[in-house]
């Protein structure tokens, strides 16, 4: 348990120290940000910073800190030291950048960043990329919350009942202005979602000596001997980096009033979803004791093991109070999901958004998609678990993407050219973990070990040095 408190005490100061660091070699300054030079009162509308902190928080906490750090657990404690150091060092870095490029682009999707700044290829690249990812997350927060209140209603609301109740739902919130159903509703959610959180690790923390947090060591215990690199770092996403974040950020960079607030909502948020990763990771190694138990339980679903360690630790009421708050997590990301499609395919086709005919022209055919892919993970056993692991390879690659867009965007700022070193870092480390997975993974092109870990290493030394020789022409050419 005290690996478990040092791991807190960290985020903390990495979000004081580090946060601080991000933020002076941004800059952030006095200019008009979207929700005050734009204003259109659907999407670009100012937000008190109480209310977009949560509003972000929800949006990138989905079944990622929750599910992912489950399956992450199985790992062992190790996954601490991966939702710590990689939150601080690449998530939160990679969700302030986000949002606060976009907000100096008028609040500009993550595909429109990377043409800016890496060239119309990769802006069309981005463009796919970006919408088939969150597509994909929206099908995946469909049915992970449809599969928990299924367990929590009579028989007739089955699965299927609660899927297309929740489809509907994200129908009003991706078409109604973002402070009519998002911005009221959320910050109850947040509220909801942090007091869950605190009831479960309390439950464990003052079990009695029932349950026991192991301490972090390096050893590798999953039972399956999956090597940790780099399976580790795609299963626990959105606990730690998270591509899906990327395209979430632009949507409350939107919302903000100042930029000056911008550490505390965007990189703050990342870390705040990072303690509840953490929280779900010692709860999973704690409930079940062993590793080799908890990936037993996992193969019935991650929605049973939520539901299993929130009544066991919590008893029945608190189990469902634990459940709900679980359920507000995926589809407070899921609405946005696909809100963010939305406003992507937007800016593809130049379609302005005030118009209400204009939005249901791109949001009803996402979501009709959505209700076939969330009927396909219905209806095949392995259904959710074939699209959760391409969602989260994907879901790497695009933050791997959203990093050296960062990148590109400090060196092309004189002062900033050696802070570049702040996102190249964590976007050749990305580099790496997306290529070596795809490589090797069953879905991938099922490469051996040796040959995947020998690839990715020279993918990401190959991005890196490319960076370090736009590094040294800018200096060259600016003398500095």
């Known amino acids: 348990m005290i690996s478990l408190l040092i791991s807190f005490a960290v985020l903390l100061v990495g979000f004081i120290v580090y946060g601080r660091v991000t933020e002076k070699i941004f800059s952030p300054d006095d200019r008009k940000t979207p929700a005050i030079a734009i204003n259109d009162g659907v999407d670009c509308v100012p937000m008190k910073t109480w209310k977009a902190f ?6 990138i906490a989905g079944t990622g800190p929750i599910f992912g750090a489950l399956m992450g657990a199985v ?4 996954v601490f030291l991966w939702i710590v150091f990689g939150s601080i060092l690449g998530g939160a870095v990679h969700d302030y950048m986000s949002g606060m490029i976009s907000s100096r682009h008028k609040g500009a999707s993550i595909a429109e960043l990377s043409g800016t700044y890496l060239g119309k290829a990769a802006k069309w690249i981005m463009r796919v990329f970006s919408v088939v990812l969150l597509v994909l997350c929206g ?13 929590l209603t009579p028989d007739w609301m089955n699965g299927t009942f609660w899927s297309v109740v929740i489809l509907v739902y994200y129908l009003l919130a991706t ?5 009519k159903l998002i911005g009221k509703l959320y910050p109850i959610f947040g509220v909801l979602l942090i007091v869950m959180a605190a009831a479960v690790i ?8 029932k349950y026991t947090i192991p301490e972090i060591s390096l050893e590798n215990l999953h039972p399956e001997g999956t090597p940790i690199w780099p399976y580790m770092f795609i299963t626990v996403a959105c606990g730690a980096v998270s591509g899906f974040h990327a395209t979430q950020s632009p949507m409350i960079a939107k919302c903000i009033k100042t930029e000056k607030v911008g550490r505390k909502i965007f990189y703050g948020a990342m870390i705040s979803e990072s303690v509840i990763a953490l929280v779900w990771a010692a709860a999973g190694v704690a409930f079940y004791g062993t590793t080799q138990l908890l990936n037993e339980a996992l193969a019935g679903g991650a929605s049973n093991v939520v539901y299993e360690i929130s009544t066991g630790v919590l008893g029945v009421f608190g189990g469902v109070l634990a459940v709900a708050g679980v359920v507000v997590c995926p589809i407070t990301s899921g609405d946005t999901a696909f809100r963010s499609a939305r406003l992507i395919l937007a800016e593809t086709f130049h379609l302005e958004q005030k118009k209400i005919k204009n939005r249901l022209l791109i949001t009803v055919p996402l979501l009709v998609t959505g209700g076939l892919l969330t009927w396909f993970a219905i209806a095949n056993a392995n259904g959710f678990q074939i699209i959760w692991r ?8 695009l933050a791997m993407i959203a990093l050296w867009v960062a990148t590109a965007y400090l060196l092309k700022k004189g002062k900033y050219r050696f802070g570049s070193l702040l996102t190249a870092f964590p976007a050749a480390f990305m580099s790496a973990v997306s290529l070596t997975y795809i490589m090797m993974a069953s879905e991938g092109f099922r490469l051996g070990q040796t040959v995947s870990y020998i690839s990715g290493a020279i993918f990401a030394i190959t991005l ?16 500095i």
């Open 75 to 78: 790992f062992g404690p190790v």
């Open 202 to 209: 309390g439950g464990i923390i003052f079990s009695g000596g």
């Open 54 to 59: 949560l509003v972000q928080l929800l949006n």
């Open 464 to 479: 890196f040095v490319i960076y370090l020789v736009f590094l040294i022409r800018s200096q060259r050419k600016n003398k």
């Open 175 to 179: 078409l109604l202005p973002i402070d």
């Open 139 to 151: 099908t995946v927060f469909v049915t992970s919350p449809a599969g928990l209140l299924d367990k």
């Open 390 to 397: 391409y969602f989260s390879w994907s879901n790497q690659t």
